[in-house]
């Protein structure tokens, strides 16, 4: 017959259990004293692996001092803290990180809570990469203003014409760092309104028009072309959109700008519009012929500062930040960004909208 201490550790192990099974996204498990796993609700099985059940402690975590852990959580009867990630079941396992807490329960049972803090990880890291290309990205033309107003100051004597050219690239490096700045600021504004839904009612068409007709000069000075097609099947109905004009304006200048940088000399820049009436959608396809892009490279161009060419890039003004905040804009309006290319013939960036009931 058990005695009130055994009734009562029964009833604590059955609550326990009853909490090990209501944690939806914390893994939660009863280990014994001799590091096997006897019970784990569903998270830890989904994280961990079906064969759990049964298993040694140290076959399913990895980091170094579990053991040393492990027993100090049994002697002290406190808590131990530990950062870990699982032993590897599948790829995306091995990507996670994992915060642990370890707690003694009776002379029999040690409880181990994790919880996944990957996303927090990833968006640290995030942060600290964004602080660091910042930092890069201002200092290289800080570092060349220095170096020729040191270089003016302590020369008495400097030609006309080579005091002008110093001139002239200080005053190419300070509009450099203006427009990363405004690059900065439009990327963290349209970041913190990425979830407001604009409502206004948009011509999309007007907005590409505009920034066609605005870029026009610049294109025949190149010997290019720009080539607006609309490929709807119902032309006579003007396409709306909810949306932000200012915004969708950035969109399209940026998307066709870099159409014209990285096309070949008297190409032609297609500008296409058509629609799927299947899921009410807008697609305005923006193609240029050129080197085209490396597939190692697309799904990575839409990060900040994330250039396939540094120099050439910056030589072109880039900052790194456009395709940034053509993305985050497009998501606002709740739209995709698609990029196709093949190398040495075209680029196509099609930006796909929902029309507006």
Known sequence: MQDDSEVHND????????????????????INHDMTIMHSNAAGISLLGDDLIGSDLCQRLTYTDLKDDFHSAIA????????????GFSVANRFRQLRGRMLYLDETTVIVLLMDMTLQHNLEKMRRDFIANVSHELRSPLTSLIGFVETMQGSDDMETQTRDRFLGIMADEAKRMSR???????????????????MARVFIENIVQSVIVSLTRRVQETGREIIFTDRRNYTDQAPIILGETDAMTEVFHNLIDNAIKYSFP??????????????????????????????K??????????????????????????LAIVKHIINKHRGELIITSTLNEKTVFSVILPLAQ
């Open 266 to 295: 008297e190409s032609t820049i297609s500008v296409d519009m058509l629609t799927n009436n299947a899921n009410d959608t807008l697609t305005i396809n923006i193609t240029n012929h050129g080197e085209g892009i490396e597939e």
């Open 11 to 30: 009833i604590a192990k059955s609550q326990l259990r009853t909490l090990l099974g209501s944690l939806i996204d914390d893994v939660l498990l009863e």
């Open 297 to 322: 490279h697309i799904p990575r161009l839409t990060e900040r500062f994330y250039r396939v060419d540094k120099g050439r890039s910056r030589q072109m003004g880039g900052t790194g930040l456009g």
């Open 180 to 198: 990363l700045i405004d690059d900065l600021m439009s990327l963290a504004k349209v970041e913190n309104e990425e979830h407001i839904a604009p």
């Open 76 to 87: 002290t009867k406190k808590i131990v803290e530990f950062t870990t990630t699982p032993s």
